[in-house]
């Protein structure tokens, strides 16, 4: 039995002649969680909408749990629990009866409604906050009761739409953990969200999605593998004068497709390159030999957030080119 | 100039208006135009335009000849002025009523307060730029004014008294609202105690007048004559050649323009002060009721307030998992609804209960000198009262505030079908009007026991007033599925009841001229409240035959509503 629980094929919505979304494939595995990441507009929450049943693609097809999503919408409702960016509260509410009418809309036993509810508070760590009304808690609580109410149903897919957003640094944490908790559980996670260090520290796939088109997808490592193609080469000079040398320098010594940008006033300069050890070391022997005094020269780390920018780069120019084929995993 | 430097004492403090410039603050420029921008304000400037031309047209003479005498010039500018008033009291409420409360959610309120401006210029900035609008429709009327001056008969004068009183009762009204914007904490709830302030300070006042005139010492007389002429609805009538509303015969108190401009102006004298003493940063300076339990609280406590709350509707005792055969949105709109909860219910149920037998006590006291047909009309009108008020209040935020809240999306990701949140939502309103009405039945049956002959009466009686609580309900949750916004949803289910209990009987006021008794009986077919009076033969209305059309056109009403709850709730929640 394959192990992919949630999964697009060619995906494409359209809203008159706007493509929201275009062929989007990707396929998540049972206890992964997957970080669906994209600037505002690119299409996240249309995939999400589609795959959450509130949303009917123009054509493709969508599953969870291998139950189809624009067919079997009602049944797909029970297989996912969805936490969208807007917690949706009561007014005058508390959280234990708010979570008792979700469970009693999910249809569930009154004795084991008892019980789901003790579960979930006691895994999303509010079960001091029971008896307090809903609209009077802070923004990180208000997470933890909405990742508690997605739990109500026991769904074996969990979809959440920026839960990190607007928490302090503590809040952050714990949020973390919690998610972590969930997948080692066994549930599959799809989350979105703008924070990219808190969601590389958590996901081990990523997709990213940019003007309703996937430009990277596939296992972090394979992600980051793919960036670290062009690493990042930063050379601190001494004096800024060197500058002008030093950039021709590079220009010589490097191809035409890497960038070169400098930083006047911080007397440094930046070079994204695929250049091998030994050519970098040939450049530093080169600028030193030319009297070019360096303070600094050494590789950037790059994480999410530099892969981010690396493959949606493009997009400023509108060319839509996608991201090297090592990087994208089908 | 002379207004370049002046001084105002409110509440014993001297607010100084240094300078014309700080009138012409920036709110009133961003107010005005913003709301001159907004549908609402669009759609309230064509639909009274509209309405006026209509009015004149219908009452203009046929043959295109005036009237020496200046009748028809008379008869028409009637229609004219008690429209336009009708029209202004629904509509200038509107926007002041959301002013504040709006500023205080979007929290836009606090930058206005630690800017240099003071809350004398935001508050004159709010009420300038809502009476300005008000400005505006008064002037789209004019053409309609300079139709019946050209009609000959009616003067400058008559037609500049008519303006000054409406321009009163805008700035009283907005004054009112945006003190209720103030102290309100959402802008549904502003618009409901608006509506409630409106219908006190307009109709209330008239109905003592209206049950006693000429049955009481006339020292009580002059007293519920002054009373009544709180509403502006006496000064309009004296203006436009009417005496007294509601009087059976019997002269009204004199100059009623007079009492009320005196009314209004005591009316605006205290709510000024007020709201500019409650602009300032103790609006915010308050926590939210985090929630105590009583059942985690000491025996002592838990005995008191279960003695308080009379055991079983203790809003703070932990309450029970909802039941396998309740509709889960039904118990969630009581548990969410402020008003919902059982304490709240029971308050009301009291206070209800009360009215209602207190007028059976004044039913046994009074059965010779108030006959059973004004008891009833008073008992009929605590009804509809509490229905026009209450059922928008209860269902106009039944899909709206979901929408808006972001709750409507959590719904549809449930397994519960469109029927069952419909009828979840409905049941909750019904719930509650319905324990309403039941403790408002005990003067009823006192009725009953004096006149044994009343009974088919009353019984069509009810059944008037359970249809127009089913009416109420099912058109205010209709309006509310085609509405993103609760506010908007409020206001508009306000103005087509009100509209429809309340204004369709300014026809009545105009009874015998310039309406036919045929014409007012056609436009008070439509009236539920002047249906259950004529059914139950109060004075005034005895004479009217409104059933069965009444009930058909409500019965149509409610199934129109269905149809748009139904289709509207549907399409909500499929997939889009």
Redesign the interface.
């Known amino acids: 039995m394959s192990d992919v629980v949630v999964e697009t094929r060619e995906l494409t919505k359209s809203y008159g002649s706007f493509v929201a979304l275009e062929r989007l494939n990707i396929s998540v595995q049972r206890g992964h969680i997957l970080g669906f990441i994209g600037p505002n507009g690119a299409g996240k929450t249309t995939t999400i909408k589609i795959l959450v049943g509130l949303s009917r693609p123009t054509s493709g097809s969508a599953s969870v749990a291998g139950v189809d999503c624009v067919a079997d919408a009602r049944k797909v409702k029970r297989l996912v629990g969805y936490m969208p960016d807007v917690f949706g509260s009561y007014d005058n509410m508390r959280v234990r009866e708010y979570l008792d009418f979700f469970g009693a809309a999910y249809k569930i036993p009154r004795k084991e409604r008892v019980k789901r509810i003790e579960v979930v508070m006691e895994v999303t760590g509010s079960g001091y906050m029971r008896d307090r009304f809903v609209d009077s808690l802070s923004h990180g609580m208000k997470q933890r009761v909405g990742i508690a109410r997605t739990l109500l149903h026991d769904p074996p897919v969990l979809i959440l739409d920026e839960p990190a957003n607007g928490l302090d640094p503590t809040a952050r944490v714990e949020m973390r953990q919690i998610l972590l908790r969930l997948a080692q559980s066994g549930k599959t996670l799809i989350v979105t969200s703008h924070i990219l260090p808190e969601l590389s520290r958590i996901c081990d796939t990523v997709a990213i999605i940019t003007k309703g088109q996937l430009r990277a997808f596939g296992p972090l490592e394979q992600i980051m593998r793919g960036i670290r193609q062009r690493r990042s080469i930063e050379i601190q000079l001494l004096m800024g004068k060197d500058m002008a040398k030093c950039e021709s320098l590079a220009k010589k010594a490097f191809d035409a497709a890497d960038e070169i940008t400098h930083a006047e006033e911080e007397s440094t300069l930046r070079v994204r390159t695929a250049a091998s050890d030994e050519a970098l070391s040939a450049f530093l022997s080169q600028l030193v030999g030319q009297g070019v005094k360096v303070t600094q020269f050494r590789e950037v780390h790059q994480d999410l957030e530099d892969a981010f920018l690396e493959v949606t780069k493009h997009d400023e120019g509108g060319s839509g080119d996608r991201m090297s084929s090592a990087a994208v995993v089908r | 100039m002379w207004f370049s430097s002046l001084t105002l004492v409110i509440a014993g403090k001297s607010i100084a208006i240094s300078n014309w410039e700080e009138l012409m603050n920036p709110i009133i420029q961003r107010e005005l135009i913003g709301l001159l921008r907004t549908r609402r304000a669009f759609a309230a400037q064509v639909v009274l335009t509209a309405v006026l031309a209509v009015l004149v047209v219908l009452r203009w003479p046929e043959s295109g000849r005036a009237n020496i005498s200046g009748e028809q010039a008379q008869a028409v500018l009637r229609l004219f002025g008690y429209g336009l008033l009708a029209s202004l009291v629904l509509l200038a409420p509107i926007f002041p009523a959301s002013a504040v409360v709006r500023e205080k959610q979007q929290r836009t309120l606090e930058l206005l307060l630690n800017s240099p401006l003071t809350p004398w210029s935001i508050f004159v900035g709010k009420l300038v730029a809502s009476v300005g609008f008000v400005i505006l429709l008064m002037c789209l009327s004019v053409p309609a004014a300079a139709a019946c001056y050209a009609m000959g008969g009616v003067g400058v004068p008559q037609l500049m008294h008519v303006y000054a009183i409406l321009l009163l009762v805008a700035i009283e009204y907005s004054v009112v609202a945006l003190y209720v914007s103030t102290v309100s904490q959402s802008a549904e709830g502003a618009l409901r105690y608006t509506y409630g302030a409106v219908l006190f300070l307009t109709i209330i006042p008239l109905i003592p007048q209206w049950f006693v005139q000429g049955q009481v010492s006339p020292v009580l007389a002059e007293m519920v004559g002054t009373f009544s002429c709180l509403s502006p609805a006496p000064a309009m009538m004296e203006l436009l050649g009417h005496k007294s509303v509601g009087a059976q015969g019997v002269m009204g108190p004199s100059s009623e323009m007079f009492r009320y401009v005196v009314w209004a102006l005591l009316v605006i004298a205290v709510f000024v002060p007020l709201t500019v003493m409650k602009l300032n940063y103790r609006l915010f300076d308050r926590s ?6 009583t059942d ?1 609280r000491s025996m002592g406590v838990k005995f008191y307030r279960r003695i308080m709350y009379l055991w079983f509707f203790d809003p703070q005792r ?2 029970k ?4 055969l ?1 509709n ?2 039904m ?2 709109d009581f ?4 008003f919902g ?1 059982p304490h709240w219910m029971m308050r009301f149920f009291g206070i209800c209960l009360v009215v209602s037998l207190g007028l059976m006590l004044a039913t046994t006291v009074f059965t010779i000198a108030w006959n059973v047909e004004i008891l009833g009309g008073i008992i009929v009108i605590l009804q509809m009262s509490v229905v026009v008020l209450l059922s928008p209040a209860l269902a106009a935020g039944a899909i709206s505030s979901e929408r808006e ?12 079908s469109a029927f069952t949140i419909v009828t979840g939502k409905l049941m909750s309103a019904a719930r509650t009007l319905v324990l309403l009405l039941l403790a408002t039945l005990p003067a009823y049956v006192v009725l009953v026991l004096i006149d044994e002959t009343q009974v088919a009466r009353l019984l069509d009686v009810l059944i008037t007033v359970v249809l127009t609580s089913i009416m109420g309900v099912m058109i205010s949750a209709a309006i509310s599925s085609l509405f993103q916004r609760t506010t908007g949803a409020t206001a508009t289910c306000y103005t087509v009841l009100v509209g429809l209990c309340g204004g369709t009987l300014l026809f009545w006021l105009g009874r015998g001229s310039p309406f036919s008794r045929a014409a007012v009986e056609a436009v008070l077919r439509f009236n539920p409240l002047a249906t259950a009076l004529s059914l139950i033969r109060t004075p005034g209305f005895d004479d009217y035959q409104l059933v069965p059309f009444n009930w058909y056109l409500m019965g149509g009403l409610i199934a129109l509503a269905a149809v748009v709850l139904w289709i509207q709730t549907w399409r909500l929640t499929r ?2």
């Open positions: 939210h009721a985090a929630g105590k339990i985690d932990r309450s998992l909802i039941g396998p309740t889960p949105v118990v969630k548990r969410s609804q402020k909860r809240s972001g709750g409507w999306t959590l719904l549809k990701m449930t397994p519960l997939p889009q």
